[in-house]
Each structure stands twice: as structure tokens, then as C-alpha cells.
């Protein structure tokens, strides 16, 4: 070995092993540090939430129904003879009292022509067989006449009188015959098409034909059928009287475009049908627009007569365990089970009968992924933030 290289190797040595021992004494130094900090608590999971409050609920229960018309109007002939003429086009808007056709009307006017002459005759009489009256009552005092002259006389006033009251009789049903032949609109509305035409010859009586026919269209009715719990729960249970029916709000919704109306329950029927189990109810809409036509197929949504005071919840916020519904509530930022009663479902939401009270906080969302007792820190919305504050 070279004695000129063993100071080099000697000052090699006493680094490394300086190297070492510092590297093994911050080593049971980081050790011993770790063994005295006590291990962190779990972080909390974010979790959206919301407080729930007691609030009027309406209970809407869905329908199908179908659209009437509230007045609707088959126009046949009172009367016989010749269509004449026709005044209106098809689909029509008519008001009442408008003229829609004309029966030929030279026979009905020589009638009250005719009956006119026969009442003056009568008239005439009368006022001959009055004078003659009279005088028989001047002479009967002084038996200058006979009984049966003077009881002739008085027949024949009573005679005249009631042959003036027949002939009246014939005049106005003449004037009537007359008046039918003119036909009019009896109601206001959206008139059909004319089912005979001009020239065609139209009988009266049990047969005669349909001419047209007309709808009101200012108001509209829908007929439903309501089962028999819904009835005796929400409308009998609720609403006491006809007037409390009335103000039963009930929604209208067409399946074409999802057009919504909002109306009333005009009725119930007066029993319920014990083969469909159900009772047959219409409600009133306006119509102004004349957008809904009767036969049309419709959505009904009924609501209950008065609002009662409840707790909703978002569907999604409620788990099913087995048969039994529950619901996580935050209690000092952990997860509480609750096991809920439900009840109706309206619009997305829930009632909740049982299991919550007035400002418990619940877990809205993302329940599949949380158990109970688990540190979650519970996120509400922007305007549920705003709400709390004021």
C-alpha cells in the first residue's frame, strides 16, 4: 500500500460513516415525531341538502276526460214545405236570433191571412150575439119575450165568445207556423254545415231530418270519471256543500300540444257506478279563443278543495330498504337514518306523513353512496342560502 494514499483513505471512511449515523438519527427522530401527532379525523363529504318546512300542499289527482260542448243544438224542421233559403257557411260563428234558413213561408202567410179573416168574423158575432143578449134581458123583465128566447140568445153570446176564442187560437198557431218557417239560431256558436240543401222538401213530425247543427264555444265543459276513494277522500271529506265543490280548481291539459286551461268543478253525478267503481264529475272551462272543440280527448288534473299544511321532499332524496321508505337527515354534520310514511306524489316531490318534523335538514341527492354516521358537510342551494338568511 502506498503510505501517501492512506490519509485520503482514512478521511473517505469518517464521511461515510458521518453520512450514516446523521441519516439513522433523523430517521428515530421523524419516527419518534410520528408516534406523539394523534392521527387526523376523516374529511367530510360534500352532500347536497335542504330544510324542510311545513308548507300548503293541494293534492292534484290525474284524469282522462273527454270535451262537451254546454249547449249543443240539433236544428230540424217544426214545420213542412221547401227549403227555401240557407243564410249561413259552413263552420260559422252565429249569434242568437240570427236567421239560418227559410221553409218556403206563401202557405204560412195565406194561413194567417185566412185566420185573420175568420177572427174578425168571430169578432163580429160576438159583438151581434152581445147586442142581442142585451135586449132579451130588457124584454124578459116586461115578458115580452119568452124564457127559451131569452135562453137562446144567451146560448148564442156564450156561442160567439167561444168561436172568437178559437179563431185567435188558429190566428197564433198560423203566426207560429209561420215564425218556424223562418228558422233561427236558438243559442250562440259555431254553426255546422247545412245537411240538406236549397230546393230539398223537409217533413216535420218524429222524423224529421237533422238541418244543422250548433255548439256554444264561449264556455266548454270536460266529463271525467273520478274513483270512489279519491271522491269520498278529497272531495266528500273536504268539501260540505255544492257551493265548496264549485271552487274546486281543476286543470285541463290537451295531449296534442300540452296546452294547459285552468277551470272549476261545475258537478258530480248523483250516484257512483257500481260497476266501474267511480263517479262521473264535470268541470267548466272558458273557451274565448274557441281553441277547444267538443270531443276532444283532454288530461284532467283536479285538485283537492283546500290546502293542508305538510312537508315535501324530492322523490330522489327518498331510500328504500326492503318494503320500508327512509330518508337521511344531518345531525351535527353526520348522517342520520330516518324511516319516513309516505304519502302523495306531486310534481317530482313527495309527502311525507310520518318520520321528519318541521326543520330537519335532508340529503337531497347522491343517498346510494352515504351511510349513517358518516361526517358530511351539507351544501344548499343559492336561494335556499337566501331564504335562511331573511
Known amino acids: 500500500m502506498n503510505l501517501k494514499s492512506t490519509p485520503l483513505i ?12 446523521g441519516y439513522m438519527y433523523i430517521n428515530a427522530h421523524n419516527a419518534h415525531a410520528s408516534e406523539e401527532q394523534p392521527a387526523s379525523a376523516p374529511q367530510a363529504i360534500p352532500v347536497a341538502a335542504q330544510k324542510v318546512n ?46 239560418l234558413m227559410i221553409i218556403n213561408p206563401r202557405e204560412f202567410e195565406a194561413n194567417v191571412l185566412q185566420a185573420q179573416a175568420e177572427l174578425t168574423a168571430a169578432e163580429n158575432e160576438v159583438r151581434l150575439a152581445e147586442k142581442d143578449y142585451k135586449r132579451a134581458q130588457g124584454l124578459i123583465k116586461t115578458k115580452a119575450i119568452s124564457q127559451k128566447i131569452y135562453d137562446e140568445r144567451y146560448s148564442a153570446s156564450l156561442i160567439a165568445k167561444a168561436n172568437e176564442k178559437a179563431a185567435s187560437a188558429k190566428l197564433e198557431r198560423a203566426k207560429i207556423d209561420l ?16 245537411e240538406i240543401t236549397e230546393g230539398n222538401l223537409v217533413e216535420a213530425g218524429p222524423n224529421a231530418p237533422v238541418l244543422t247543427t250548433i255548439v256554444s264555444n264561449d264556455k266548454i ?19 260540505k256543500n255544492i257551493s265548496s265543490e264549485n271552487k274546486i280548481p281543476v286543470r285541463l291539459i290537451l295531449q296534442s300540444d300540452q296546452s294547459e286551461y285552468n277551470g272549476f268543478i261545475h258537478s258530480f253525478d248523483n250516484r257512483i257506478d257500481t260497476a266501474s267503481g267511480t263517479i262521473r264529475a264535470r268541470a267548466l272551462f272558458s273557451n274565448k279563443d274557441s281553441a277547444l272543440l267538443p270531443g276532444m280527448y283532454a288530461i284532467i288534473k283536479m285538485g283537492s278543495p283546500v ?11 327518498i331510500g328504500t330498504n326492503q318494503d320500508r321508505k327512509f330518508i337521511y337527515t344531518v345531525e351535527n354534520n353526520t ?20 318520520g321528519l318534523k318541521d326543520g330537519d335538514v335532508i340529503i337531497t341527492d347522491g343517498i346510494i353512496r352515504l351511510r349513517p354516521g358518516m361526517n358530511v358537510s351539507p351544501q344548499f342551494s343559492e336561494e335556499e342560502k337566501s331564504a335562511q338568511m331573511q
Open 10 to 21: 482514512l478521511t473517505t471512511v469518517s464521511a461515510l460513516a458521518l453520512g450514516v449515523g
Open 54 to 99: 311545513t308548507q300548503p300542499i293541494s293534492i292534484w289527482k290525474e284524469f282522462s276526460g273527454r270535451l262537451r260542448a254546454v249547449d249543443s243544438v240539433a236544428i230540424r224542421p217544426q214545420v213542412s214545405g221547401t227549403l227555401q233559403e240557407i243564410n249561413f257557411t259552413d263552420g260559422q260563428m252565429v249569434k242568437k236570433g240570427d236567421a
Open 179 to 194: 215564425d218556424y218557417a223562418n228558422i233561427t239560431a236558438p243559442i250562440s256558436g259555431r254553426i255546422s254545415r247545412a
Open 221 to 239: 265543459y270536460a266529463d271525467f270519471d273520478v274513483d270512489e276513494q279519491t271522491y269520498l277522500k278529497y272531495i266528500r271529506g273536504q268539501a
Open 307 to 317: 290546502a293542508l299544511e305538510g312537508l315535501l321532499v324530492p322523490e330522489r332524496a
Open 335 to 354: 348522517v342520520a337514518y330516518r324511516p319516513i310514511e309516505i304519502g302523495e306524489s306531486i310534481e317530482g316531490m313527495r309527502i311525507v306523513n310520518s
